[in-house]
Structure formats: C-alpha cells, structure tokens
C-alpha cells in the first residue's frame, strides 16, 4: 500500500512537472514574441537578456546586446537622468519614463520605459527588469501638430491619441475621434453635447484638475501629466495629458490644446507586472500577428485569436479541432512544409519564410512565417513556434508591378528594333549600349530603381532618328557637315517623344543628354561636367564604346583594345573618369563582352 501511493505521488508529481514547463515554455514564446520590448540588467546595469522584439527595435540580434552596458544605448543628453533613474532602481523604486536609445546604424528611438528592480531576498539589489514600447511615431506626431492646419487637421483625425481644445472653465472646445473613443463615445460630437464639465465629468479626482489647471496658469504649459479619468459607461481609465495654454496679446488664457494618452495598459502593466500568465495570456490572446505552436507532423497545440482569424476560422478552438495535418489541409504546395521542416532540423528556425495556403473557405492566401524549433534535452524537436502575418496584399502588388515591367521591357524591345529597322547597320546597338550601362551602373553600387532607368534610357536613347529621313541614316559613307547637323537634333526629338509618356521621369533627360561631354563639347546643350546627368554621362560612354566595337558601312570595327586605349585618351575631358575605369575594368579584368 505504501508503495503504491508513492507511486501516485510520484506519478502526480510528474504530471505537475509537465504543467510547469508547458506554461514555462507558452511563457517563454509570449515574451519572444511580445510586442513590447523586455531588458533585463545586472546590479552594474549589464545586459543580461534581452528578447526578439527588444534586439529588432535596436537593430540588433538578441546575442548581440548580452553583456553589454544600458548606458552605451543612451542620448548624451539624458545621462543625468539615467543616472538618477539607476539611483531609484538601487533603492527598490519602479520607475516610468521616456527615453532616446541610440540604435545599431546610429540613429535614435524614443521608448516609453517601465523599469522595477529586481531585489534578493534580503532586499538587496541585484538587478532591474524593464519593458520598452517604441513611442518614436507619438513623439514624431506631437512635434507635426505644431505646424500648418491642413497637416494638424489630418493628424487630428487619424492621431492614435486624443487631441482636444477646451476652456478654462472646463467646456470642451473641440475633440477628435480618438479622444471620443478612449472616453467611450461614439462620435466627438456626441463627447462634445454630453460632457459639460470636465473637472466634475471625466476627472474621478478634483484635486488632479486642480492641479492641472494651476500648472497651466503658471507654466503655461504641462508635460505627461497623468491622472485617472471617468469613461462614458462609468469606467475608469489612466490618461498622460501634454498641454499647452494659448493666450491672447495681453496674456489672457484663452483655452487649452493639447493631447491625451490612453496609458490604461501601461498602468496595468505597472500595477501587475509579477501575474505575468495574466499578462502574457492577455498579449497572446491580443496580438494582430499569428502566434502559434505545431508539431513537426502538422497538428496545432496552441493557435492566438488572429491566427484563427487569418485562416477563416470563428476561433482557435475550431481551428485546432478541424487542422489536423496542416501540410495537406492548409499548405497549397506540401512540399513548401517539407522545406520549412527541413530548415528547421538544420538551422533551428525559418525567418520570413513565405507560404502559400488555404483558408477555411478553400480561398488561397500567402503567409511569411517566422518560426524557431523547440528541442527537448536530447536535441530531438518537440514543436514549431512563432508568427504568422498575411502578405496576400504585397504579394498581389508584387505580381502586378512584375506584370508591368514585363510589359513594358517588351514595348521598349519592340520601339528599339523599330529603331534599328530604319538604320539597320546598328542592328542590336541599342541592347548592347543598355547591357554595358547596366553592368557600369551595378559596378559603381546604384540602386535598382536607377538600373532599371538607365537601362530603359539605353533601349530608347535614338528613338529621335525616327524624324530623321531613311537616306541619311543608311547612307554607306561619312555624312556631311549639313546631314551630320541634322542627326544632331535627335536627342531633343527624342526627349520630346518621351516627355510625358509615362516613362520614369529621368528617362527623357537622360535622352536628352547622352551625346553631351564633360568639356561642353558636346550637344544639343553643350552641358559640362555635373550638369550633365549620371545616366546620361555613363550612356555617352556606352553608346562611344559600342559604335567604335562594331562594324559601319564606312570602316571595319575598331579592336575592343583600341577601343580601350582610345577612351583613356579623352578619360575626364569627354567622359567621366569613373565610369571609363569601370568600363575599361568590366573589359580588361571581368571578362565582359557585347553579344552578338
């Protein structure tokens, strides 16, 4: 009998074992997957862990920032204050605040920090905890509010805070549609008939209003200025106000402006940072993104509300009750869950990995999903976790944006060999000339954007010859001086057929300048130096380069290494130094040749 109730004991103890680490493990995936950003320091204020939402706000990778020090990541300006927020922490204060971090490429954040110590059990210090919302867009949208009306009056309809006007006296002057809604109101004209007295209204304290009110008639002005608040149904909310009192010539307040936040979650968090379940339960239950947890055989054990959303379905519930084998009940291509199982049994973790699926409704959607394994002790995996995020919009404006660009690359293949029909001694002149400027511009590291216009610029850049007459483009000898003034005026025909066609904007002045030189030489504008366009300087090299390589009915082509030795003569007098030491490098060095 005794060893059989130690047996139960044992087998009890076992099975609460296995809770703990399931909600360890449920714990663990909310706060990698938190939207808010979590740090916790040392008693020096070192790095000790950081999670994926913290590491991406600064740019970083999680392993990147352990070790080192809070105060690296700090504007100058505020190494004071942090000074005297580590002194707080050292002596068991919480603390909320607003700070600058300086991020991995330099620049700065503003974050919302809720930082409690972390004490021993002789209430010693041992270190801090603290969470992180990125506050960048709020600060970015306070400073728009001071400049002109038409921008404050966009902002004031679609801010993500309450925005207000109202009088001393405590009229409302004027609310947005967020200020009604953190109130509980329908609409702001509705906020606006029913709130008569904000101090007897909405404060639930009358010292708070009173002490607001008299900051404002001394200051002039108040900073996050937090108090608690009524809602319309008899609720309560947390609100930081930002205010400024607006006067007339004679000093006189006329009524207040400002912005109010809804900080009731902050506050909460505060309040109850140590029920972190209730907490992280809350987040995972809330968050816009996907969050699940599948079996490396596709069987859901654990899916949030929006990720039963994204696939059609009323509930998580449902969602786990219906998928059983997600590869060939969801997955369009099962062979793409083959290559997400295969990543994850040799990296441990898929980043942006994108899927096509089905919903509920049989209807298709693509999905990126960002996921890591979990292994047991043995390294054998136990589960898949992460995100999912639907990408069916970027995808379908992907595809579409791809559609056009073939379009259009065949439209301009079409204009160029009519081009060549009419001067068919040049066939091919104008890919080759595209095809050198292409290769020029990715050597000297332009964006795509700018490779894509230059090579357009390239298939087209004699689209003017088009008003030139047939006998004088396929005359067999050299023209005259009349004939060779006459086919001067193609870059400006040209750049008249292309203006306003839809084409990227600089194509037509990239047209327009390609026989133009550095010493003014050239034409029709006789441009120098850096007035003439860079697409147009590395055209005017391509288009030498390619002429002098090929066959006229006048000479023979001139040797690729003539040609070389030929452009190093005129280097920095009629083409760009830069550009002709790339072109002489693709030839010379990286083996790049015209096609046939």
């Keep these: ?99 600058m971090l300086r991020k991995k490429d330099g620049t700065f954040m503003w974050a919302l920090v809720s930082a409690t110590p972390i004490l021993d059990k002789d209430k010693k210090f041992i270190g801090s905890f ?55 109101f329908s609409s702001p004209d509705e906020m606006l008939k029913n709130v008569v007295s904000i101090g007897k209204q909405l404060y639930t304290c009358s010292e708070d209003r009173h002490r ?74 809330n968050a816009v993104e996907g969050i699940f947890q599948v079996t490396p055989d596709g069987r859901y054990l654990n899916v949030n509300p929006a990720l039963a959303k994204i696939h059609g379905f009323d509930s998580p519930e449902e969602m786990m009750t219906s998928v059983q084998d997600i590869a060939h009940q969801l997955y369009v291509d099962p062979s793409r869950r083959a290559e997400l199982k295969r990543r994850m049994a040799e990296d441990g973790f898929v980043k942006d990995f994108e899927i096509l699926m089905r919903k509920k409704d049989s209807s298709l959607q693509w999905v990126s999903v960002t996921s890591q394994a979990v292994k047991d002790s043995n390294g054998d995996i136990l589960y ?92 067999p000898e050299k023209l005259n001086n009349s004939e060779y003034e006459l086919i001067k005026t193609h870059p400006e025909a040209g750049y008249h057929m292309i203006k306003g066609s839809g084409l990227p904007e600089p194509v037509a002045q990239i047209v327009l300048q390609h026989h133009e030189r550095l010493d003014g030489s050239g034409y029709p504008k006789g441009l120098k130096a850096v007035d003439i366009l860079l697409g147009s300087r590395i055209l005017a090299l391509c288009d030498t380069v390619e002429a002098m390589n090929s066959k006229r009915p006048y000479r023979e082509a001139i040797k690729t290494e003539q040609v070389i030795k030929e452009i190093k003569k005129v280097k920095g007098t009629l083409f760009d130094s830069t550009i002709v030491d790339i072109c002489i490098d693709l030839f010379k060095k990286k083996g790049f040749k015209f096609s046939s």
């Design 212 to 285: 607001f009110k008299k900051t404002l008639e001394d200051k002039g002005i108040v900073e996050k200025f937090e108090a608690q608040f009524y809602r319309k149904d008899g609720t309560m909310l947390w609100g930081s106000l930002n205010v400024r009192a607006v006067k007339d010539e004679n000093g006189n307040i006329q009524y207040y402006e400002g912005t109010l936040e809804d900080i009731t979650s902050r506050k909460k968090t505060e309040e109850e940072l140590k029920k972190s379940e209730e907490k992280y339960r809350d987040i995972f239950e």
């Design 384 to 475: 898949y976790e992460g995100m999912l995020v639907d990408i069916t919009s970027r995808k379908l404006a992907e595809e579409e944006a791809e559609k056009y660009k073939k379009a259009l690359n065949g439209i301009i293949d079409i204009v160029s060999r009519v081009i060549e029909i009419r001067e068919p001694y040049i066939k091919g002149h104008h890919r080759r000339v595209s095809m050198l400027a292409m290769a020029i511009a990715e050597e000297m590291g332009l964006p795509k954007d700018i490779i894509d216009i230059i090579f357009i610029a390239g298939m087209i850049h004699d689209i003017g010859k088009v008003v030139i007459p047939a006998e004088i483009l396929t005359k």
């Design 1 to 99: 009998m005794k060893t059989l109730n130690e047996d139960k004991r044992n087998q009890g103890l076992k099975k609460v074992e296995e809770r703990l680490k399931d909600r360890e493990e449920l714990y663990r995936l909310i706060v990698d997957t938190a939207n808010e950003g979590i740090w916790v320091f040392d008693e020096n204020y070192m790095t000790t862990y950081v999670n994926k939402r913290m590491a991406d706000l600064l740019g970083y990778e999680p392993k990147d920032l352990k070790g080192k020090c809070f105060k690296d990541f700090i504007h100058e300006r505020d190494i004071s204050h942090y000074e005297v927020e580590i002194t707080r922490r050292k002596m068991g204060q919480s603390g909320r605040y607003e700070r």
């Design 130 to 184: 603290a969470m992180f919302t990125d506050i960048t867009e709020r600060k970015n949208t306070e400073e728009a509010l001071k400049k002109s009306e038409i921008k404050y009056r966009s902002i004031f309809e679609n801010a993500v805070e309450g925005i207000f006007q109202s009088t001393p006296e405590g009229k409302l002057i004027t609310v947005n549609p967020t200020m009604a809604k953190i109130f509980g």
